[in-house]
């Protein structure tokens, strides 16, 4: 899990995404990058940067309504400004698009602050099964 947070996710804590700070709407969190996060030319893999976003996105997404137990990625886009190193910090805004798709907003940045990638997605909230009669 994102540490700090209630939904389980083990790639999450493979990865080593800690919690930075949880809104309704408005989710932040951290990543210390280590060797096996980086690609040949020593700057973190465009897959690794992808998964934060995509991890603080859906987090964002779910903590829009407290019965979702998690949400799944429709749709993401990202595009990558400038090459990641050191500590990143990934953002993401969620706005309601209707019953339990939500349009969602992601920014990664480094410690200097400056704009890594940013993304959009829709994310499809999920709710637990209701048991039949």
């Known amino acids: 899990m994102a540490s700090g947070f209630d ?3 083990p790639f999450a804590e493979k990865l080593g995404v800690l919690a930075g700070h949880k809104r309704v709407g408005d989710v932040g969190l951290l990543l210390d990058l280590r060797d096996e ?3 040949s030319w020593q700057v973190a893999h465009g ?3 992808m998964s934060v976003l995509d991890i603080v996105m859906g987090l964002s997404a779910k903590s829009l309504d ?3 137990i998690g949400a799944t990625t429709v749709e993401l886009k990202t595009n990558f400004i400038k090459a990641a190193t050191g500590r990143i910090t990934a953002r993401g805004r969620a706005h309601r698009a209707g019953r339990t798709l939500v349009f969602v907003k992601g920014e990664l940045h480094n410690d ?3 704009l890594l990638a940013h993304a959009t997605g829709t994310f499809k909230l999920r709710y637990p099964r209701k048991e039949s009669d």
């Open 7 to 9: 939904v389980y996710a």
């Open 37 to 39: 996060h980086m690609n």
């Open 47 to 49: 897959g690794v940067v």
């Open 66 to 68: 407290a019965a979702s």
């Open 112 to 114: 200097a602050q400056e």
